[in-house]
C-alpha cells in the first residue's frame, strides 16, 4: 500500500511540473505552432515546403502604372506592364526597409460585384509597388493565360496548337530542366508570339534564399535562355507561390515583374485529373476582367478543354492578351 501510494504521488507531481512548464501535446498533429497558419497555395512540386505565415489585411495603396493597350494577339500581343527598370545601386540603397516575413500566395472565394476576387485586388494594391501582379485592376476586358511548365507531359503540342488556332498568346513559365530538355518547344513557344517565364533554375522557396542566392536562381536561367534562344526574360513566377517583400525587392531589382494569378484550381495531378466538363465550368464561371489565369500544362484536361476555355471567355466579353 505505501508503495503505491508513494508511486501515485510521483505521477501527479510529474503531471503538474509538465502542466506549467507547458508541455502540452499538440492535439492537432499538424507540428505547427499555435501562432502560425500553414500556407494556401497551389502545390506544384512533391518537397513539402516548411510552415509560413501569412501577412495581415492588406493595405490600399497601389503605385503602379498599367499600360493598357489596344488588344493584339500572336506576334504582336496586347502588353499588361508596368514601368520596370533595372536600378543602380544608388537607388536600391534609398530604398526603404523591406519586410522579411514570407507568404504562401492563396486565395480566398469572396469577390466583388466583377467577380474580381478581394485578396487579388488587395494584393495588387499592397504589393503592385514592388513589380508584383496577381491581377489587372486597371482593365474592363482583358485576362491573362498563363501556363506552369515544371516538365513536359505530351501535352504542351496541343496547348500551343490551340492557342494558335484561336489567335490567343499565352505565358509559359519554364524552369532550367524544362528548358535543357524541350529545346523545340522552348523554341515554338518563342516564334509563335508566347512570352517565355523565368519559374528558377532549380524550383525552390525563394523566401528561404538570401538575395545573392535569389539573384543566382532568377540570372542562371535568364542568361541561359538569353544565350540559347536569344530570348530575354522579363517575368518570373515563384515556386510554389512563396515569397515576401524582401523576394519582390531583389527581383524587381533585376527587372523582373513577379507574376501571380487571380485564378488556380486542381488540375496539376496528373493521375487525378478534373473531369473536363466540371473544369470547363469552374474556370469560367470564375472568370472576372484582368484575370490572371494559372494552368499547367502538365494537364490532359486543360489541353482538352483550352479551346472552349478561350471561346467561352470571349463570349463573355473577355480578350486573351499577353502580360509582358
Not at 534609398?94 to 466583388?112: C, H, N, Y
Request: proline fraction near 6%.
Amino acid at each position: 500500500m505505501k508503495k503505491t501510494i508513494t508511486l501515485s504521488v510521483i505521477i501527479a507531481v510529474v503531471g503538474c511540473v509538465l502542466l506549467f512548464t507547458g508541455c502540452e501535446p499538440n492535439v492537432n498533429n499538424d507540428g505547427i505552432g499555435e501562432n502560425i497558419n500553414p500556407i494556401e497555395t497551389t502545390p506544384r512540386t512533391t518537397t513539402t515546403p516548411p510552415p509560413i505565415t501569412r501577412e495581415p489585411e492588406h493595405d490600399r495603396d497601389n503605385e503602379n502604372e498599367i499600360v493598357d493597350e489596344e488588344e493584339a494577339v500572336g506576334n504582336n500581343p496586347t502588353a499588361f506592364s508596368f514601368t520596370i527598370r533595372e536600378l543602380d545601386a544608388g537607388e536600391i540603397a534609398a530604398v526603404p526597409a523591406v519586410s522579411d516575413t514570407a507568404v504562401g500566395w492563396g486565395l480566398g472565394r469572396e469577390t466583388d460585384d466583377r467577380n474580381r476576387p478581394l485578396d487579388a485586388l488587395a494584393a495588387q494594391s499592397k504589393y503592385g509597388h514592388l513589380g508584383a501582379v496577381f491581377i489587372d485592376d486597371k482593365t474592363d476586358s482583358k485576362i491573362y493565360l498563363t501556363f506552369d511548365e515544371g516538365y513536359e507531359n505530351g501535352f504542351s503540342c496541343r496547348i500551343l496548337d490551340v492557342l494558335r488556332e484561336k489567335n490567343a498568346a499565352a505565358v509559359f513559365f519554364i524552369t532550367y530542366d524544362y528548358a535543357k530538355n524541350e529545346p523545340e518547344l522552348v523554341r515554338r513557344m518563342i516564334d509563335e508570339g508566347h512570352a517565355l517565364g523565368n519559374h528558377s533554375w532549380s524550383h525552390p522557396s525563394f523566401p528561404n534564399l538570401n538575395d545573392e542566392q535569389i539573384r543566382e536562381e532568377i540570372m542562371k536561367l535568364h542568361d541561359y535562355i538569353k544565350e540559347n534562344f536569344n530570348y530575354e526574360m522579363r517575368l518570373i513566377r515563384f515556386p510554389m507561390g512563396e515569397f515576401s517583400e524582401r523576394v519582390l525587392t531583389v527581383t524587381r531589382s533585376l527587372g523582373y515583374q513577379s507574376v501571380f494569378w487571380s485564378f488556380a484550381y486542381v488540375d496539376w495531378n496528373v493521375s487525378s485529373q478534373p473531369n473536363p466538363v466540371e473544369a470547363l465550368e469552374k474556370i469560367t464561371k470564375a472568370a472576372h476582367p484582368g484575370a490572371v489565369i494559372l494552368l499547367h500544362a502538365v494537364s490532359s484536361t486543360n489541353a482538352e478543354i483550352l479551346g472552349d476555355v478561350i471561346d467561352c471567355l470571349r463570349g463573355q466579353g473577355l480578350k486573351p492578351g499577353l502580360l509582358g
